[in-house]
């Protein structure tokens, strides 16, 4: 249990601070800085004439033409580049923590979101555990030494069913080397006290995962209920009524949600490990019915056995 509950402390953890983690805003020069290029910087003097190679004469102006009287020349200026600056609310959310969608929504999901945490951490244990339980269940049934254990029953060899059901992990053969070793007590008993064991160890947590169903809808409803009551509580106010009552909303829609995934998250796993608690009950009563029944069996012949043995003879006396 302890192990389940940090792999799922750590998962979560991990999903709150990688998955959901909002990409990075792009780098931008700080505000007031105009951007330059290396054209920009270089100055350039209107006076000057246009250099010529070495050897070259500079054109004369066609015939009719009149001089120019200035020279026009080209002048590169920085072009004028926005600075953005970061608006409040990117102020407000800066940070990891800021940034990350999920603990935004959190946050907006009001109080109410905290006991929703928490059930959403013991449902999420509490599936894991029960997948590795069940998951090492299936690696431990044993079939075969099932049926040799009752192929051995059949010969009349009750010391080498109990030799082949000792030492195993299978509940099935768990049950049934409690009843060989107590038979002589009561069997059924013995029988009955081995398989309820085994079916409160395979529906262990399942109590819980009962109430997650239940408790998590009611906690997203409560979610709904302070958030209306909260957006109603503005409306006096006409300066803060629209953002109070939008913000009010938003806390009972999130927490509604949260509670409702929750709960068919704890539904689908509840179903199935009951079902599977179901098939081994089925699996416990019809292997103990079969024991009882051949023991049973072996003890009326045993008993009609020694009775022929012990009648007598039945020669009559003559007079």
């Given amino acids: 249990m302890k192990t389940s509950l940090i792999i799922c402390l750590s998962s979560l953890a991990l999903a709150l601070t990688l998955l959901a983690q909002s990409p990075a805003a792009p780098q931008t020069s700080p505000p007031g800085a105009p951007a330059t290029s290396p054209a920009a910087g270089a100055p350039v003097n209107p006076a000057a004439p246009a250099q010529l190679p070495p050897g070259a004469t500079a054109p004369a102006p ?5 001089a120019p009287e ?7 200026s920085p072009a004028p580049t926005a600075s953005a600056s970061p608006s409040p609310a990117a102020e407000a959310s800066g940070g990891v923590l800021g940034s990350n969608w999920l603990i935004d929504k959190f946050r907006k999901g009001g109080p109410i979101m905290w006991p929703i945490l928490i059930v959403s951490i013991i449902g999420l244990t509490v599936v894991i555990e029960r997948i590795f339980w ?7 049934r044993d079939p075969k030494r099932i049926e040799k254990v009752f192929t051995a029953i059949e010969q009349n ?3 080498e069913a109990s030799r082949l059901s000792r030492g195993s992990r ?5 049950m049934m080397w409690n009843g060989l070793n107590h038979q002589h007590a009561s069997l059924q008993g013995a029988l009955q006290v081995a398989a309820g064991i085994e079916i ?7 109590v819980v995962m009962d109430t997650l169903v239940t408790l998590a809808p009611l906690l997203g409803l409560l979610g709904t209920i302070t958030g209306l009551i909260r957006s109603f509580s503005f409306l006096g106010n006409e300066e803060l009524a629209v953002q109070a009552v939008t913000g009010g909303i938003a806390e009972a829609l999130i927490a509604t949600a949260c509670g409702l995934g929750i709960a068919i998250f704890a539904l689908i796993p509840f179903n199935f490990f009951t079902s599977r608690v179901s098939n081994l009950e089925f699996e416990l009563q019809t292997a103990a019915t079969n024991l009882e029944v051949m023991l049973g069996a072996q ?3 045993r008993e009609m056995e020694f ?3 012990a009648k007598p003879s039945g020669k009559g006396s003559s007079i």
């Fill in 134 to 140: 069940w998951t090492g269940r299936w690696f431990r």
């Fill in 170 to 174: 299978d509940p099935v053969l768990r």
């Fill in 307 to 309: 009775a022929g043995q």
């Fill in 70 to 76: 200035a020279t026009v020349t080209a002048t590169l």
């Fill in 62 to 66: 066609p015939a009719g033409a009149a």
């Fill in 157 to 159: 060899d009750v010391a």
């Fill in 299 to 301: 003890t009326a012949a």
């Fill in 200 to 206: 409160k160890r395979a529906g262990r947590f399942l």
